[in-house]
C-alpha cells in the first residue's frame, strides 16, 4: 500500500507557487519539493500537486499497489470522486488525473485537514521558497 500526500503552497493569487509530494509504504520514502514555473492561483497548484505525484506513481511503477491519495484541497478530492469538476478551468487537471488513475489497480483519494498534512504542506513551502529565490536571480 502507498499512501501519497500533496499540497501546493502559493505566494499570490495568482503568483508563484511550490507543490509537495509524500509518497510511502512498500518500503518506499520519497519526498519532492518542486518549485513551479509561471503563476498560479491555489486550486491550480493543488491539482497539479495531485496531478505531478500521479505521474511520479505511474513513472516509477507502482500502479499495482493500494494507493491511498491524501490532500486538503476539497475541490481535488471531490472532482476526482465524483469525476466531475464544475470549474472549466480545471477540466484538463481532472482529465489528466483520471488518465493516470485508470492504469492503477486501485486508489482512493480522501480529503484530509491541512493539518493532517504538515509533511507535503513543508515540502511545498520549500519548493515555493526555491521559486521566490529563482525569481530574484
Not at 497548484?45 to 500502479?63: D, F, G, P
Not at 493532517?116 to 513551502?125: E, I, M, P
Not at 520549500?126 to 525569481?135: I, M, S, T, V
Request: aromatic letters at 8%.
Amino acid at each position: 500500500m502507498l499512501k501519497v500526500y500533496t499540497d501546493a503552497a502559493v505566494n499570490g493569487n495568482p503568483g508563484l507557487a511550490g507543490i509537495g509530494i509524500v509518497i510511502s509504504g512498500n518500503g518506499l520514502y520519497e519526498q519532492l519539493s518542486i518549485p513551479l514555473s509561471g503563476n498560479w492561483d491555489n486550486h491550480r497548484a493543488e491539482w497539479e500537486a495531485m496531478r505531478v505525484a500521479l505521474k511520479w506513481i505511474e513513472a516509477n511503477q507502482k500502479l499495482n499497489s493500494l494507493i491511498l491519495l491524501y490532500t486538503d484541497s476539497q475541490i481535488v478530492a471531490d472532482s476526482i470522486s465524483k469525476k466531475h469538476v464544475k470549474n472549466i478551468n480545471f477540466k484538463p487537471f481532472l482529465n489528466d488525473c483520471l488518465a493516470s488513475l485508470n492504469h492503477f489497480s486501485f486508489y482512493e483519494i480522501h480529503w484530509i485537514p491541512e493539518k493532517q498534512n504538515r509533511g507535503a504542506d513543508n515540502l511545498a513551502k520549500q519548493a515555493l521558497q526555491k521559486a521566490l529565490n529563482n525569481q530574484k536571480k
